[in-house]
């Protein structure tokens, strides 16, 4: 009865809702806090206290029909769009204008608007693995291919000399995540210089325009005083996409936005096209109250020390297990080495122990698994014994 | 540089678009109190109060890491969902759980879903003009084909004989909007019946499911009594797309739901398909804290006197002046005939007068125009005036 499309789609869908579901069937059975839940990307630190005020201010002041109501263009509220910029600019040295903003309902909805205003069928869109499993659902939505490049297990930074290899004519955008889900890996800044020049290269090579499009939740999110360069100073054919849902998180709010840079190609029409393509599928606007508690959040964010106790913690009681992984400088991510080749035999022996983490396949990577340690401190602190439990079965 | 399908889009954009900023360019010039912008479907009447409250409790309240949380399905929150299929079986003596429901972005959101979850390329989607126009958008995102119904211009209910024969071995879904936007008109119980029985029989010659979908943003604005019959009742294939906009004055904060009940063709696989659109099309689930309010005022509505008010006096001075027009029952919309055939003419007429209209041609309607008369009652008691001046030129 269903689109063809869709047949496929229900029938994988996303091992990693499977899993959370299946932690919600457990927690029913054996108790919530016997239950070690690392699958989902859920934040598990409250909003800043000034979310909370911020809506408390406008629904007091604020006249209801224009808080809201429709906004006059699609791409959102004129002031929360140049606040956007402003705070953009001030922290980055870049120099956009309101008009370079579209508030989008998520990064998710954001990745779907620029990829509906770029891709015709049969165009190339390449990502890194291991990558977000969602981008080759945005990039199928619109028939595009999604081209993988392999993932580089000694440090998951990007394969370079493969990318360039998988640049062909055909490549309309190429996905990058940094810091990155799931590795937590932060692309280094030669890592970015040296993939800005290849793409220009191959752009002259082409006479084409490939778009790099980065897909940013997690840029709030690093730890150590890592650096996560902005990537529009790197490569002009670049736009950003951004979300609060981890910074601010309201991941349930969808609220994010994208910037289309005047530096990119024809950006008038990439931004008329963003704009038609939130109204037609189905967006509209970014929720308006949302977007006018970012607007007085801008200089808020979520307190990341929480999950950077979560991340010592883990980290290092994992590695004393005798497990492998790569000590992560942003998001809130664990990929952690599987100690036998099929990952998803690992997940259902860690299952016995009540402890629940989503394949690398999910991922384009598998032999590996993904922790979220976005959850209570005490979820780690009682999981790690299980963990040395399971771990004996292999080392 | 965008994507092919979007270059007549964005050519074509939105007419309504259009108009809605011409009138902010005209209230710059002239000052607001003399342009009278009847362009744009966007609630004049405030949300009920209940809606601050609700907003407060809530903030003040809930666990915001639950309240901004994503939810734990992509199809909502599961108490919202109750509520309101509660508040549905209450109303309407339906028999729908928490589980028929999908929390979408509004109905333009809840559309999308269930078109991408349903349409194969090539299918055949009809729709009865007048319609709003984003139907033919919506449609062509998932590679469908919008098959027109002309329009009765005696009546503005549907044209069923021509319906019958338009209906074929690829029609997939049917689309209805009662209360209509553009025309105001309330299909009737008899008009409801008789395309049923059509859908029925042909669903039966063509051994085809064809789903009905009923776009419902109005059902809650309609004046003297009228009825809107529930479509489940009357056809089994029907899936529910409602919108918060209107009925609480919500339409900027993207809140609605599709009903999809058990006795749809494959109801588990439709549900499960929709959930997945969800997800992929980058709503990821409809904003929770607007989730959460929507269920605290499940009984509340806007204060639709205002708009009847309206209404009479538009309807009225209108008439008055010479111009020809159905009395609408629902919505805030008034469809006007055009004295010239030409009603882009009519529409550029009006604009000397600072009166913003569209032309029905946006609704597959030429030779009519569109009044919105969610507006304040001064723009329509000074307005008419202005429309006594423009009857001159034709009358």
Same mark, same amino acid.
């Given at each position: 009865?269903i ?11 996303s091992a990693?809702r499977?899993?959370?579901?299946e932690?919600n069937?457990l927690?029913?059975i054996?108790g ?17 206290e000034a ?10 002041e604020?006249d209801p ?6 906004t006059?263009?699609?791409s959102g509220?004129a ?6 910029a402003a705070s953009?600019?001030?922290r980055?040295g870049?120099? @956009?204008?309101g008009?370079?903003i579209?508030?989008?309902v998520?990064a998710?909805g ?11 069928p ?5 990502? @890194?693995?291991?990558? @977000? ?6 990039t199928?939505n619109y ?7 392999s993932?580089n297990?000694?440090?998951?930074q ?5 990318f ?7 490549t ?11 590795t ?5 800044e ?5 993939l ?19 897909d940013e939740?997690y ?9 996560v ?6 490569y ?5 996409g951004y ?8 991941p349930?709010?969808?609220?994010g ?6 530096e990119?190609a ?9 704009n ?8 509209v606007?970014a ?8 607007a007085k959040?801008?200089?808020e964010?979520?307190?990341?020390s929480?999950?950077d106790?979560?991340r010592?913690e883990?980290y290092?009681g994992?590695?004393?297990?005798? @497990? ?6 942003g ?6 080495k599987s100690p036998?080749?099929?990952e998803k035999?690992f997940?259902a022996?860690?299952?016995?122990y009540?402890?629940?983490i989503?394949p690398?396949s ?6 590996y698994?993904r922790?979220a ?7 780690i602190v009682?999981?790690l014994?299980?963990f040395?439990?399971l ?5």
């Amino acid at each position: 009865m269903i689109a063809e499309k869709m047949k496929n789609m229900v029938a994988n869908s996303s091992a990693i809702r499977a899993m959370f579901e299946e932690g919600n069937r457990l927690a029913g059975i054996y108790g919530a806090e016997n239950v070690y839940d690392f699958s989902l990307g859920n934040p598990n630190v409250a909003a800043p206290e000034a979310v909370k005020q911020a809506v408390r201010e406008l629904i007091d002041e604020e006249d209801p029909v224009v808080l809201h109501g429709y906004t006059n263009s699609n791409s959102g509220y004129a002031d929360v769009r140049e606040t956007v910029a402003a705070s953009l600019n001030q922290r980055f040295g870049t120099c @956009f204008a309101g008009k370079n903003i579209v508030m989008t309902v998520g990064a998710a909805g954001g990745l779907n608007v620029i990829l509906k205003s770029l891709i015709n069928p049969g165009d190339e869109v390449i990502a @890194f693995a291991p990558y @977000f499993g969602e981008y080759r659902s945005y990039t199928n939505n619109y028939d595009g291919v999604l081209v993988e490049v392999s993932p580089n297990t000694e440090n998951f930074q990007p394969k370079l000399d493969e990318f360039e290899q998988k640049l062909t004519p055909k490549t309309k955008a190429v996905i990058i995540n940094t810091p990155n889900n799931p590795t937590g890996v932060v692309y280094s800044e030669e890592t970015i210089q040296k993939l800005a020049a290849i793409m220009e290269a191959k752009q002259k090579e082409y006479g084409t325009d490939i778009f790099l499009i980065s897909d940013e939740p997690y840029r709030e999110l690093v730890y150590d005083g890592a650096e996560v360069p902005y990537l529009t100073k790197y490569y002009a054919n670049t736009i950003v996409g951004y979300s609060y849902s981890k910074s601010l998180s309201l991941p349930g709010e969808r609220i994010g936005y994208l910037v289309i840079p005047d530096e990119v190609a024809d950006s008038g029409e990439v931004l008329a096209a963003a704009n038609v393509a939130t109204r037609i599928l189905g967006f509209v606007n970014a929720p308006t109250l949302q977007q006018k508690v970012v607007a007085k959040c801008i200089n808020e964010k979520t307190d990341i020390s929480f999950y950077d106790r979560n991340r010592e913690e883990l980290y290092n009681g994992l590695k004393d297990c005798g @497990f492998e992984c790569i000590k992560p400088e942003g998001a809130f991510y664990l990929f952690v080495k599987s100690p036998v080749a099929d990952e998803k035999e690992f997940c259902a022996a860690a299952k016995k122990y009540h402890i629940l983490i989503v394949p690398g396949s999910s991922f384009a990577c598998p032999g590996y698994v993904r922790l979220a340690y976005c959850v209570s401190h005490e979820t780690i602190v009682n999981a790690l014994p299980k963990f040395k439990e399971l771990a004996k079965e292999y080392f």
